[in-house]
């Protein structure tokens, strides 16, 4: 049997299955395995290797520490989280803008919630790159109102084009945004995945309805139509 069409379709991941860490200052829902939390069932999807929703308290934060050889992505969905890395880059991400890190051979960053009152909502996301090593780079990328209605974003590419910042993965992100009862469709192409990852509102996709923190592999080449009955934004990844 083919190895491509014996897969499901669609494999869901929700949102209150995921893996948990309470820290008094950090609040985060692991999607795939991370830290203290160990799934062999999830230890992520091709070069996906970190989906971390994090919500951290007024004045918290994660002190310097060091990453090499990984993409890692920060978005911003509710109030203000800081960043500082041995590059010399130091910024304030605002709620729909994100950053993007490429460790390369070695780098050192932190990561705060600047408000003395108010929590710092964001997704952390790691990616492997394609090839270890390389300087280590850093940019940002606001999205807020530039987000395209009823259609697909594309942030980050392995390919640069449309305006989107290049990665070193095989890999294409979009950022989609859905108004109530109306849907857009994305060409999966053969050999790839797709990981889709809620945000805020629904989506119907392939059979299943996904709600904000459910996430799904999609592994079905062609037209992938993605709808929402209340509206929704949400993240697309495409993948080798």
């Not at 993007?100 to 964001?122: C, D, I, K, M, Q």
């Not at 942030?155 to 859905?178: C, M, S």
């Amino acid at each position: 049997m083919d190895p491509e069409t014996s897969r499901p379709a669609i494999v869901k991941r929700p949102a209150a299955a995921r893996g948990r860490t309470e820290l008094g200052w950090l609040h985060s829902r692991h999607t795939f395995s991370f830290g203290g939390y160990f799934d062999p069932d999830h230890m992520g999807y091709r070069s996906l290797r970190v989906i971390n929703d994090d919500v951290v308290a007024p004045g918290g934060g994660f002190g310097e520490h060091p990453h090499r050889d990984a993409e890692i992505f920060s978005y911003v969905m509710d109030g203000e989280l800081e960043h500082r890395d041995s590059l010399g880059n130091g910024r304030v991400i605002k709620a729909g803008d994100l950053q993007y890190l490429s460790a390369g051979r070695g780098v050192s960053h932190s990561e705060f919630n600047p408000s003395a009152t108010r929590p710092v909502h964001f997704l952390q996301v790691w990616l492997r790159p394609k090839t270890g090593g390389g300087e280590p780079r850093y940019a940002g990328k606001a999205l807020g109102r530039a987000a395209k209605p009823n259609d697909l974003t594309l942030l980050f590419a392995g390919e640069p084009r449309d305006g989107a910042v290049g990665i070193r993965a095989d890999a294409d992100i979009h950022f989609g945004r859905l108004e109530p009862g109306r849907e857009l469709t994305h060409q999966a192409a053969p050999g790839r995945g797709q990981w889709l990852h809620v945000i805020e509102g629904d989506v119907a996709v392939s059979g299943e309805t996904l709600l904000p923190g459910d996430g799904a592999a999609i592994e079905a080449p062609g037209t992938l139509e993605i709808r929402s009955r209340a509206g929704a934004q949400f993240l697309l990844f495409d993948l080798k």
